[in-house]
T-cell receptor, first 113, second 111 residues
Framework: EAGVVQSPRYKIIEKKQPVAFWCNPISGHNTLYWYLQNLGQGPELLIRYENEEAVDDSQLPKDRFSAERLKGVDSTLKIQPAELGDSAVYLC???????????FGPGTRLLVL | AQRVTQPEKLLSVFKGAPVELKCNYSYSGSPELFWYVQYSRQRLQLLLRHISRESIKGFTADLNKGETSFHLKKPFAQEEDSAMYYCALSGPSGGSYIPTFGRGTSLIVHP
């Protein structure tokens, strides 16, 4: 079992460009989470999916961020346009159900120039 | 709003010394509490959760509802314990379910 897979691992873009991150959770995990982690801080939830339904997305900046999990399996997080302050690590995690142990991917480190 | 506080950004000890990483939480209800660990160049992973009441790698954590704390302890630190440790809380709140993490404590165990 590969665990939670994320790609790309690193991304460097110029401000105002779009960027997308992909996540494949552990098979059978209904709950998928996207987190933002700034340097020196803990992960902060952006959005949580229960199967294909987006729930708890109140912390997602919807003017520039969007996410989807069309078939209830893998998920994509997009930023358009990116700003300098979006530079951070974007983590994906999955769990069997909400409140259960989360399994994290390696993260995508984004640098916006 | 729920909150997790890890007051120490850095904890430095010598091998064999006892370790206590502090975690305090704010939550109106019965929380699910976790400790996650991130070793160098590895992904974040579960260390232990209070509901299982297990001891993992010699670490234990007791939920103290009166003091709203979930401190992580180990009687004798090892060099391989050096890592970032995050305390996390999960629980329903106002119709939402937003897992909340502390800012993390970096543990360095010197030989």
């Amino acid at each position: 079992e590969a665990g939670v897979v994320q790609s790309p691992r690193y991304k460097i873009i110029e401000k105002k460009q779009p960027v997308a991150f992909w996540c494949n959770p552990i098979s059978g995990h209904n709950t998928l989470y996207w987190y933002l982690q700034n340097l020196g801080q803990g992960p902060e939830l952006l959005i949580r999916y229960e199967n294909e339904e987006a729930v708890d997305d109140s912390q997602l900046p919807k003017d520039r961020f969007s996410a989807e999990r069309l078939k209830g399996v893998d998920s994509t997080l997009k930023i358009q346009p990116a700003e300098l302050g979006d530079s951070a690590v974007y983590l994906c995690a999955s769990s069997l159900s909400v409140g259960e142990t989360q399994y994290f991917g390696p993260g995508t480190r984004l640098l916006v120039l | 709003a729920q909150r997790v506080t890890q007051p120490e950004k850095l904890l430095s000890v010598f091998k064999g010394a006892p370790v206590e990483l502090k975690c305090n939480y704010s939550y109106s209800g019965s929380p699910e509490l976790f400790w996650y660990v991130q070793y160098s160049r590895q992904r974040l992973q579960l260390l232990l959760r209070h509901i299982s009441r297990e001891s993992i790698k010699g670490f234990t954590a007791d939920l103290n509802k009166g003091e709203t704390s979930f401190h992580l302890k180990k009687p004798f630190a090892q060099e391989e314990d050096s890592a970032m440790y995050y305390c996390a809380l999960s629980g329903p709140s106002g119709g939402s379910y937003i897992p909340t993490f502390g800012r993390g404590t970096s543990l360095i165990v010197h030989p």
